[in-house]
Protein backbone atom coordinates (compact mmCIF):
# COMPACT_ATOMS: atom_id res chain seq x y z
CA UNK A 1 0.00 0.00 0.00
CA UNK A 2 2.01 2.80 -1.35
CA UNK A 3 0.56 6.20 -2.04
CA UNK A 4 1.19 10.02 -2.67
CA UNK A 5 -0.99 11.01 0.25
CA UNK A 6 -2.55 8.93 2.40
CA UNK A 7 -6.22 10.71 4.11
CA UNK A 8 -7.54 9.69 7.39
CA UNK A 9 -11.34 10.21 7.88
CA UNK A 10 -14.19 10.06 5.46
CA UNK A 11 -16.47 12.42 7.09
CA UNK A 12 -16.96 15.62 4.69
CA UNK A 13 -13.40 17.60 5.05
CA UNK A 14 -11.71 14.64 4.55
CA UNK A 15 -13.50 13.77 0.99
CA UNK A 16 -13.39 16.86 -0.13
CA UNK A 17 -9.73 17.21 0.34
CA UNK A 18 -9.58 13.83 -1.29
CA UNK A 19 -11.68 15.45 -4.25
CA UNK A 20 -9.81 18.50 -4.52
CA UNK A 21 -6.62 16.55 -4.41
CA UNK A 22 -7.37 14.20 -7.59
CA UNK A 23 -8.74 17.38 -9.25
CA UNK A 24 -6.06 19.23 -8.88
CA UNK A 25 -3.27 16.44 -9.89
CA UNK A 26 -5.26 13.78 -11.40
CA UNK A 27 -3.38 10.56 -11.57
CA UNK A 28 -2.04 11.46 -8.01
CA UNK A 29 -2.64 8.30 -5.62
CA UNK A 30 -4.13 9.40 -2.76
CA UNK A 31 -5.58 6.49 -0.06
CA UNK A 32 -8.73 7.41 2.96
CA UNK A 33 -8.42 5.48 5.88
CA UNK A 34 -11.63 5.22 7.69
CA UNK A 35 -12.78 3.10 10.61
CA UNK A 36 -16.52 2.88 9.41
CA UNK A 37 -17.97 0.70 7.24
CA UNK A 38 -18.66 3.80 5.32
CA UNK A 39 -18.69 6.99 4.78
CA UNK A 40 -20.12 10.54 6.67
CA UNK A 41 -20.90 8.28 9.52
CA UNK A 42 -20.22 11.16 12.40
CA UNK A 43 -20.68 14.70 12.42
CA UNK A 44 -21.08 14.76 8.69
CA UNK A 45 -24.18 12.42 8.68
CA UNK A 46 -25.60 13.51 11.95
CA UNK A 47 -25.93 17.93 11.32
CA UNK A 48 -29.35 19.21 10.32
CA UNK A 49 -27.90 20.04 6.64
CA UNK A 50 -28.14 23.64 6.65
CA UNK A 51 -25.86 26.04 4.76
CA UNK A 52 -25.10 28.41 6.56
CA UNK A 53 -24.39 31.95 4.96
CA UNK A 54 -20.72 32.99 6.80
CA UNK A 55 -23.44 36.02 8.71
CA UNK A 56 -21.85 34.84 12.69
CA UNK A 57 -18.22 34.47 11.87
CA UNK A 58 -15.58 37.14 12.67
CA UNK A 59 -14.70 38.91 9.90
CA UNK A 60 -11.49 37.95 8.17
CA UNK A 61 -11.38 34.61 10.45
CA UNK A 62 -10.77 31.35 8.57
CA UNK A 63 -14.46 30.61 9.26
CA UNK A 64 -15.56 33.38 7.64
CA UNK A 65 -13.62 33.53 4.30
CA UNK A 66 -14.21 29.72 3.91
CA UNK A 67 -17.68 29.55 4.36
CA UNK A 68 -18.43 32.03 2.55
CA UNK A 69 -16.24 30.60 -0.42
CA UNK A 70 -17.22 27.19 0.48
CA UNK A 71 -21.06 28.33 0.50
CA UNK A 72 -20.49 29.41 -3.73
CA UNK A 73 -18.34 25.77 -4.27
CA UNK A 74 -21.02 23.45 -2.68
CA UNK A 75 -23.72 25.20 -4.38
CA UNK A 76 -21.78 24.54 -7.84
CA UNK A 77 -21.10 21.45 -6.61
CA UNK A 78 -25.08 20.63 -5.93
CA UNK A 79 -26.16 22.18 -9.01
CA UNK A 80 -23.40 20.49 -10.96
CA UNK A 81 -24.01 16.66 -9.89
CA UNK A 82 -27.87 17.12 -9.15
CA UNK A 83 -27.84 17.14 -5.35
CA UNK A 84 -30.90 17.98 -3.86
CA UNK A 85 -30.83 21.29 -1.70
CA UNK A 86 -32.48 24.53 -1.71
CA UNK A 87 -31.77 28.77 -1.06
CA UNK A 88 -34.88 29.01 1.38
CA UNK A 89 -33.37 31.89 3.63
CA UNK A 90 -33.49 32.01 7.47
CA UNK A 91 -34.80 34.41 10.49
CA UNK A 92 -32.45 35.19 13.42
CA UNK A 93 -35.21 36.64 15.71
CA UNK A 94 -35.04 38.98 18.94
CA UNK A 95 -37.56 37.93 21.23
CA UNK A 96 -36.46 40.53 23.91
CA UNK A 97 -35.34 43.92 23.91
CA UNK A 98 -32.04 43.20 25.37
CA UNK A 99 -31.62 41.40 22.29
CA UNK A 100 -31.66 44.11 20.08
CA UNK A 101 -28.40 45.09 20.29
CA UNK A 102 -27.03 41.42 20.07
CA UNK A 103 -29.39 41.43 16.77
CA UNK A 104 -27.91 44.90 15.10
CA UNK A 105 -24.32 43.03 15.63
CA UNK A 106 -24.51 40.20 13.61
CA UNK A 107 -26.15 42.09 10.77
CA UNK A 108 -23.15 44.26 11.01
CA UNK A 109 -21.19 41.47 11.60
CA UNK A 110 -22.68 40.07 7.90
CA UNK A 111 -22.51 43.22 5.90
CA UNK A 112 -18.42 42.93 6.67
CA UNK A 113 -18.36 39.19 5.13
CA UNK A 114 -20.24 40.65 2.23
CA UNK A 115 -23.38 38.75 2.62
CA UNK A 116 -25.84 41.13 0.52
CA UNK A 117 -29.79 41.39 1.21
CA UNK A 118 -29.42 40.60 4.22
CA UNK A 119 -31.39 42.99 6.37
CA UNK A 120 -33.68 43.86 9.38
CA UNK A 121 -37.27 43.49 9.39
CA UNK A 122 -40.38 44.22 11.89
CA UNK A 123 -42.54 41.94 13.71
CA UNK A 124 -45.15 42.68 10.61
CA UNK A 125 -42.71 41.32 8.09
CA UNK A 126 -41.88 38.56 10.26
CA UNK A 127 -45.36 37.52 10.21
CA UNK A 128 -45.48 37.53 6.65
CA UNK A 129 -42.61 35.05 6.25
CA UNK A 130 -42.94 33.18 9.45
CA UNK A 131 -46.36 33.79 10.38
CA UNK A 132 -46.38 31.70 14.08
CA UNK A 133 -43.42 33.17 15.01
CA UNK A 134 -43.31 36.41 17.83
CA UNK A 135 -40.49 38.47 18.01
CA UNK A 136 -39.81 42.08 17.84
CA UNK A 137 -37.91 42.42 15.25
CA UNK A 138 -35.51 40.07 12.95
CA UNK A 139 -32.83 39.54 10.43
CA UNK A 140 -34.13 38.47 7.22
CA UNK A 141 -31.18 36.15 5.91
CA UNK A 142 -32.01 34.79 1.99
CA UNK A 143 -28.40 32.85 1.49
CA UNK A 144 -29.21 30.60 4.14
CA UNK A 145 -30.29 27.08 2.79
CA UNK A 146 -30.34 22.93 3.35
CA UNK A 147 -29.09 19.98 1.99
CA UNK A 148 -28.35 16.27 2.55
CA UNK A 149 -24.48 16.68 3.61
CA UNK A 150 -24.39 12.73 3.60
CA UNK A 151 -25.73 13.40 -0.27
CA UNK A 152 -22.77 15.29 -0.99
CA UNK A 153 -20.09 13.04 1.43
CA UNK A 154 -21.03 10.26 -0.90
CA UNK A 155 -20.60 11.99 -4.10
CA UNK A 156 -17.13 13.42 -3.56
CA UNK A 157 -15.80 9.75 -2.41
CA UNK A 158 -17.48 8.49 -5.96
CA UNK A 159 -15.38 11.27 -7.56
CA UNK A 160 -12.39 10.32 -5.85
CA UNK A 161 -12.57 6.80 -6.66
CA UNK A 162 -12.81 7.26 -10.36
CA UNK A 163 -10.19 9.48 -10.30
CA UNK A 164 -8.50 6.68 -9.21
CA UNK A 165 -7.92 7.54 -5.58
CA UNK A 166 -8.60 4.35 -3.41
CA UNK A 167 -10.53 3.93 0.01
CA UNK A 168 -10.12 1.64 2.48
CA UNK A 169 -12.90 1.30 5.10
CA UNK A 170 -13.59 -1.16 8.75
CA UNK A 171 -9.79 0.23 9.20
CA UNK A 172 -8.65 1.90 12.19
CA UNK A 173 -5.50 3.71 12.60
CA UNK A 174 -3.29 2.75 15.31
CA UNK A 175 -0.44 4.97 15.19
CA UNK A 176 1.61 7.00 12.65
CA UNK A 177 5.13 6.92 11.97
CA UNK A 178 7.57 9.46 10.17
CA UNK A 179 10.87 9.37 8.84
CA UNK A 180 12.69 11.40 5.79
CA UNK A 181 11.28 8.96 2.80
CA UNK A 182 8.07 9.23 4.23
CA UNK A 183 4.95 8.98 6.50
CA UNK A 184 3.33 5.13 7.77
CA UNK A 185 -0.15 5.01 8.61
CA UNK A 186 -0.53 2.02 10.69
CA UNK A 187 -4.00 -0.03 11.06
CA UNK A 188 -5.36 -2.97 12.54
CA UNK A 189 -5.05 -3.93 8.52
CA UNK A 190 -2.11 -3.43 6.60
CA UNK A 191 0.20 -0.31 6.65
CA UNK A 192 0.07 2.80 4.06
CA UNK A 193 2.97 4.04 3.33
CA UNK A 194 2.52 7.85 1.89
CA UNK A 195 4.46 10.90 1.07
CA UNK A 196 2.15 12.79 3.49
CA UNK A 197 -0.80 12.00 6.04
CA UNK A 198 -3.74 14.64 6.63
CA UNK A 199 -5.23 13.79 9.35
CA UNK A 200 -9.27 14.78 9.00
CA UNK A 201 -10.75 12.50 12.18
CA UNK A 202 -12.63 14.61 13.65
CA UNK A 203 -13.94 13.63 16.78
CA UNK A 204 -10.53 11.90 17.15
CA UNK A 205 -8.44 13.82 15.44
CA UNK A 206 -6.57 15.38 18.56
CA UNK A 207 -5.69 11.88 19.14
CA UNK A 208 -4.47 11.17 15.87
CA UNK A 209 -2.38 14.12 15.81
CA UNK A 210 -0.84 13.50 18.92
CA UNK A 211 0.74 10.08 17.15
CA UNK A 212 2.97 13.23 15.02
CA UNK A 213 2.49 15.72 17.69
CA UNK A 214 2.98 14.41 21.03
CA UNK A 215 3.27 17.59 23.02
CA UNK A 216 -0.30 18.98 21.50
CA UNK A 217 -2.27 20.60 24.14
CA UNK A 218 -5.52 20.66 22.51
CA UNK A 219 -8.00 18.19 23.44
CA UNK A 220 -12.07 17.39 21.82
CA UNK A 221 -14.54 17.95 23.71
CA UNK A 222 -17.73 16.36 22.87
CA UNK A 223 -21.12 18.01 22.71
CA UNK A 224 -23.62 16.10 21.49
CA UNK A 225 -27.06 18.11 20.28
CA UNK A 226 -30.26 16.70 20.48
CA UNK A 227 -33.07 16.88 18.55
CA UNK A 228 -36.90 16.81 18.27
CA UNK A 229 -39.05 16.61 15.33
CA UNK A 230 -42.21 18.23 14.72
CA UNK A 231 -45.41 16.26 14.22
CA UNK A 232 -46.64 16.03 10.80
CA UNK A 233 -49.71 18.11 11.60
CA UNK A 234 -48.39 20.63 13.24
CA UNK A 235 -45.42 21.40 10.44
CA UNK A 236 -47.52 24.38 9.21
CA UNK A 237 -45.83 26.06 12.26
CA UNK A 238 -42.60 26.38 10.80
CA UNK A 239 -42.01 27.62 7.08
CA UNK A 240 -38.31 27.69 6.62
CA UNK A 241 -35.11 28.31 9.12
CA UNK A 242 -35.73 29.80 12.33
CA UNK A 243 -33.17 30.97 14.81
CA UNK A 244 -32.50 33.03 17.79
CA UNK A 245 -30.73 34.98 18.73
CA UNK A 246 -27.37 33.31 20.05
CA UNK A 247 -26.50 33.37 23.68
CA UNK A 248 -23.70 35.66 24.11
CA UNK A 249 -22.17 33.61 27.63
CA UNK A 250 -22.60 30.37 25.66
CA UNK A 251 -20.55 29.30 22.43
CA UNK A 252 -23.65 27.51 20.37
CA UNK A 253 -26.22 29.22 18.47
CA UNK A 254 -29.18 28.07 20.78
CA UNK A 255 -32.20 25.96 20.08
CA UNK A 256 -34.01 26.69 16.18
CA UNK A 257 -36.11 25.19 13.99
CA UNK A 258 -34.84 23.40 10.93
CA UNK A 259 -36.82 22.24 7.26
CA UNK A 260 -34.86 19.44 6.04
CA UNK A 261 -34.45 18.55 2.52
CA UNK A 262 -36.06 15.15 2.81
CA UNK A 263 -38.53 16.85 4.77
CA UNK A 264 -40.07 17.50 8.36
CA UNK A 265 -39.08 20.02 10.98
CA UNK A 266 -36.41 19.35 13.14
CA UNK A 267 -36.40 21.77 16.81
CA UNK A 268 -33.21 21.86 18.52
CA UNK A 269 -30.43 21.10 19.06
CA UNK A 270 -29.25 22.02 22.58
CA UNK A 271 -25.71 21.28 23.51
CA UNK A 272 -24.45 18.84 26.53
CA UNK A 273 -21.48 16.96 27.52
CA UNK A 274 -21.37 13.27 25.55
CA UNK A 275 -20.04 10.79 27.96
CA UNK A 276 -18.51 9.32 24.63
CA UNK A 277 -17.06 10.65 21.92
CA UNK A 278 -19.44 8.78 19.48
CA UNK A 279 -22.21 8.80 22.55
CA UNK A 280 -25.57 10.05 20.29
CA UNK A 281 -27.65 8.44 23.27
CA UNK A 282 -28.25 9.93 26.89
CA UNK A 283 -27.21 6.55 27.84
CA UNK A 284 -24.13 6.47 25.83
CA UNK A 285 -20.96 6.38 28.50
CA UNK A 286 -17.52 5.48 27.90
CA UNK A 287 -15.38 5.74 31.23
CA UNK A 288 -12.08 6.02 29.97
CA UNK A 289 -13.08 8.53 27.18
CA UNK A 290 -15.11 10.69 29.79
CA UNK A 291 -12.21 10.61 32.66
CA UNK A 292 -10.40 12.12 30.16
CA UNK A 293 -12.50 14.83 29.16
CA UNK A 294 -13.37 15.21 33.26
CA UNK A 295 -9.20 15.33 34.13
CA UNK A 296 -8.40 17.83 31.40
CA UNK A 297 -7.59 21.19 32.88
CA UNK A 298 -9.25 23.08 29.93
CA UNK A 299 -12.25 20.98 30.33
CA UNK A 300 -12.44 22.17 34.14
CA UNK A 301 -12.22 25.95 33.62
CA UNK A 302 -14.84 25.62 30.79
CA UNK A 303 -17.14 24.11 33.36
CA UNK A 304 -16.62 26.99 35.79
CA UNK A 305 -16.96 29.40 33.20
CA UNK A 306 -19.81 27.83 31.66
CA UNK A 307 -21.74 25.96 34.83
CA UNK A 308 -24.96 27.65 35.05
CA UNK A 309 -25.43 27.39 30.80
CA UNK A 310 -24.39 24.00 30.93
CA UNK A 311 -27.26 23.20 33.56
CA UNK A 312 -29.77 24.69 32.01
CA UNK A 313 -28.60 22.68 28.55
CA UNK A 314 -28.24 18.99 30.67
CA UNK A 315 -32.09 19.80 32.29
CA UNK A 316 -33.47 20.35 28.75
CA UNK A 317 -31.57 17.51 27.54
CA UNK A 318 -33.41 15.14 30.24
CA UNK A 319 -36.88 17.37 30.49
CA UNK A 320 -38.89 17.50 27.38
CA UNK A 321 -41.17 20.05 29.27
CA UNK A 322 -38.02 22.35 29.38
CA UNK A 323 -37.05 21.87 26.01
CA UNK A 324 -40.55 23.22 24.62
CA UNK A 325 -40.20 25.69 27.19
CA UNK A 326 -36.97 26.87 25.30
CA UNK A 327 -39.24 26.47 21.84
CA UNK A 328 -41.92 28.27 22.98
CA UNK A 329 -39.72 31.62 22.82
CA UNK A 330 -40.01 31.53 18.98
CA UNK A 331 -42.88 29.80 18.39
CA UNK A 332 -45.64 30.12 21.10
CA UNK A 333 -48.18 27.51 19.81
CA UNK A 334 -45.56 24.94 19.76
CA UNK A 335 -47.18 22.19 22.19
CA UNK A 336 -45.55 19.56 24.53
CA UNK A 337 -47.69 16.96 22.51
CA UNK A 338 -46.37 18.44 18.89
CA UNK A 339 -42.63 17.27 19.42
CA UNK A 340 -41.49 13.68 19.60
CA UNK A 341 -37.65 12.96 19.75
CA UNK A 342 -35.64 12.77 17.14
CA UNK A 343 -31.87 11.63 16.02
CA UNK A 344 -28.91 13.53 17.75
CA UNK A 345 -25.51 14.86 16.46
CA UNK A 346 -22.10 15.31 18.26
CA UNK A 347 -19.56 18.33 18.25
CA UNK A 348 -16.48 17.97 18.29
CA UNK A 349 -15.36 21.21 19.86
CA UNK A 350 -11.41 21.64 20.25
CA UNK A 351 -10.19 23.16 23.75
CA UNK A 352 -6.84 23.84 25.31
CA UNK A 353 -5.24 23.49 28.27
CA UNK A 354 -6.16 26.99 29.55
CA UNK A 355 -9.77 26.53 29.02
CA UNK A 356 -9.83 28.34 25.66
CA UNK A 357 -12.79 26.67 23.02
CA UNK A 358 -10.93 27.24 20.01
CA UNK A 359 -13.56 29.56 18.05
CA UNK A 360 -12.06 29.06 14.52
CA UNK A 361 -10.60 26.70 12.01
CA UNK A 362 -7.34 24.67 13.05
CA UNK A 363 -4.88 23.06 10.56
CA UNK A 364 -1.53 22.75 11.73
CA UNK A 365 1.18 21.12 9.65
CA UNK A 366 4.80 19.31 9.99
CA UNK A 367 7.08 17.73 7.81
CA UNK A 368 4.80 14.84 6.00
CA UNK A 369 1.58 15.71 7.59
CA UNK A 370 -1.09 18.06 8.27
CA UNK A 371 -3.93 17.97 10.96
CA UNK A 372 -7.07 19.41 11.06
CA UNK A 373 -8.12 19.84 14.48
CA UNK A 374 -10.65 22.27 14.82
CA UNK A 375 -13.28 22.13 12.08
CA UNK A 376 -16.55 22.76 13.59
CA UNK A 377 -19.46 23.92 12.15
CA UNK A 378 -20.11 25.82 9.37
CA UNK A 379 -17.39 23.17 8.26
CA UNK A 380 -19.96 21.27 6.29
CA UNK A 381 -20.63 24.63 4.11
CA UNK A 382 -17.11 25.19 4.36
CA UNK A 383 -16.04 21.65 3.27
CA UNK A 384 -15.01 22.47 -0.46
CA UNK A 385 -12.90 25.64 0.42
CA UNK A 386 -11.26 23.48 3.61
CA UNK A 387 -10.13 20.74 1.26
CA UNK A 388 -9.10 23.11 -1.32
CA UNK A 389 -6.71 25.12 1.02
CA UNK A 390 -5.62 22.02 2.53
CA UNK A 391 -4.90 19.99 -0.69
CA UNK A 392 -2.86 23.50 -1.26
CA UNK A 393 -0.73 22.86 1.46
CA UNK A 394 -0.44 18.94 0.97
CA UNK A 395 0.36 19.43 -2.90
CA UNK A 396 3.34 21.96 -1.80
CA UNK A 397 4.49 19.87 1.18
CA UNK A 398 5.03 17.08 -1.41
CA UNK A 399 7.58 19.78 -3.75
CA UNK A 400 9.54 18.04 -6.11
CA UNK A 401 9.12 14.48 -4.49
Known sequence: MNYDITIIGAGIVGLATAYQLTQKRPGLAVAIIEKEEGPARHQTGHNSGVIHSGIYYQPGSAKALNCLRGYRYLLEFARMHD???????????????????????????????????????????????????????????????????????????????????????????????????EATVHTDRQPAHSRLVVNCAGLYSDKVARMTMPGLDIKILPFRGEYYELAPERQYLVNNLIYPVPNPN?????????????????????????????????????????????????????????????????????????FVKALQHLIPEVGYEDLQRGGAGVRAMACDAAGNLI???????????INVLNAPSPAATAALAIGETIAEQALEGLGGE
Not at 130 to 159: C, F, M, N, W
Request: charged share 30%; net charge neutral; with cysteine.
Open 250 to 322: FPFLGVHYTRMIGGGIEAGPNAVLAFKREGYSRWDIDSAELMETLSFPGFRKIARRYWRDGLGEMHRSYSKRA
Open 83 to 181: IRHEVCGKVIVATSEEERPRLDAILARGQANGLEGIRKIGPEELREIEPHVRGLEAILVPQTGIISYGEVAQKLLDLALSAGGEAFFNTRVTDISINKE
Open 359 to 369: DDFLIESRPRV
